[in-house]
Structures are given as structure tokens and as C-alpha cells.
């Protein structure tokens, strides 16, 4: 069975603190992304990746990075939180072509409050 | 500038009948659209999707619709069940020369299916 899996499903941080989201598939997809979650936002990109170390900024990369050391691992990270951070934060991998390319398979999510 | 857009932030519909859930785009180059499935405190799961060589794709009690030269797509779910209620996502993608692109997420619908 196909698995995203994200470190932590609930955290709270300080402003200013540093935060490292992290997010693991064991289906050997080429592509991750993280979005972020907001009522009447959807879904928004903040950053994905197509490959190892490879990184492409999405929508609303600003106040964000992220890290692709493994081609099964991708982590965000916020490198001095702020109370507009808090969100729900969702990590999603997907094959880069072949059958079923383009479809995201998502983890559970990580909700993040900043205070 | 929201490149995907759902209109309807929620619909309610009783039991049996049909859900109709609508989707608009605006860019052009998008050549394959998703609608994944989302419930509280879980990741998006997805549901169905369709190239932009089809106008319509069907699975079970879910068919998706697309009008290219309207740039809209809708789903319809027959009949409507109480476990569908959740609130629904349009995504588009574009298919690059040799891998899938960035996923771009609709706003979200909520659905709730009245017993």
C-alpha cells in the first residue's frame, strides 16, 4: 500500500523559532510537494521537487525552504516562524510520467501553530 | 490570480440525488485535471481524473466532465451518498515534454449529503 508519511501531525512553536517539517514516500516517486492548507484557500504550493536536490519554488515559497537530500524524503522548513505560518501543512508525492503521472498521493498532514 | 476556481464554497444535497460540483480555469496549457477527496484531519485522497484529449471519464457513481473550449470541468457524483460528504478539490497539470508539472488546487467544495 502507497504511503506518504509526515513526521509530526500537530505542533505548536514560538515566533522565531525554527521549524523542520518532515515528509517520507515509499512508493520511489520521482516528484514531492509541499502545500499549505487555509479556509476558502485550498490548497496552495509552496515548494515541490522533481528530483534529488532539485527544488522549484510553487506559489507562496516566501518565509519557506526546503531540503531533498534522498529521493525518498522532503523537508520543509521555516526558518523563523511567524503567527501567518500557522496552517495546515501538507506533504505529496507523485510519479513524473508513466500510468498515473501527475496524480499527488498526500500524507496525513502536519497542523502547525505559531504563537 | 487563481488559475483554478470553485465558485461554490459548499452544496448540500439529500441522499440519492445527484451532486453536481462545478470547476473553472483559466490557463490554457492545462491538459490534465484531477478532484481529490478530502475529510477532516486527513490528507486529500484522490477520486478521478481526465486528460484533455477526453470530455468525459467515468468510475462507478463519479464522472467528470470537461468542456475545453469553456474552460470548465464538473463532477458528478450518482447517486449521492452520506459518506461523500467532504469537501472536494479540483486540480489542473500540465504535461510537460517529459514529466508532469506543478499541481495547481481549486479552492475546495464542501458537500454535505443530507440522509
Known amino acids: 500500500d502507497v504511503k506518504v508519511t509526515q513526521s509530526s501531525r500537530y505542533l505548536v512553536k514560538r515566533t522565531g523559532e525554527k521549524v523542520f517539517l518532515e515528509c517520507v514516500q515509499d512508493m520511489d516517486h520521482e516528484n514531492m510537494f509541499w502545500y499549505r492548507q487555509d479556509p476558502g484557500l485550498g490548497l496552495r504550493l509552496i515548494y515541490f521537487s522533481y528530483d534529488v536536490k532539485m527544488k522549484e519554488k510553487g506559489d507562496i515559497p516566501e518565509g519557506y525552504s526546503v531540503s531533498r537530500e534522498k529521493k525518498e524524503r522532503f523537508s520543509l522548513i521555516l526558518e523563523s516562524a511567524s503567527t501567518n505560518q500557522t496552517s495546515m501543512y501538507l506533504c505529496?508525492?507523485?510519479?513524473?510520467?508513466?500510468?498515473?503521472?501527475?496524480?499527488?498521493?498526500f500524507g496525513e498532514g502536519s497542523r502547525l501553530t505559531v504563537l | 490570480d487563481q488559475q483554478v476556481k470553485q465558485n461554490s464554497p459548499s452544496l448540500s444535497v439529500q441522499e440519492g440525488r445527484i451532486s453536481i460540483l462545478n470547476c473553472d480555469y483559466t490557463n490554457s496549457m492545462f491538459d490534465y485535471f484531477l478532484w481529490y477527496k478530502k475529510y477532516p484531519a486527513e490528507g486529500p485522497t484522490f477520486l478521478i481524473s481526465i486528460s484533455s484529449i477526453k470530455d468525459k471519464n467515468e468510475d462507478g457513481r463519479f464522472t467528470v466532465f470537461l468542456n475545453k473550449s469553456a474552460k470548465h470541468l464538473s463532477l458528478h457524483i450518482v447517486p449521492s451518498q452520506p459518506g461523500d460528504s467532504a469537501v472536494y478539490f479540483c486540480?489542473?497539470?500540465?504535461?510537460?515534454?517529459?514529466?508532469?508539472?506543478?499541481?495547481?488546487f481549486g479552492p475546495g467544495t464542501s458537500l454535505s449529503v443530507i440522509p
Open positions: 486540480a489542473a497539470t500540465r504535461r510537460g515534454r517529459t514529466s508532469y508539472d506543478k499541481v495547481i
Open positions: 505529496a508525492s507523485s510519479l513524473a510520467r508513466g500510468r498515473g503521472a501527475g496524480e499527488l498521493f
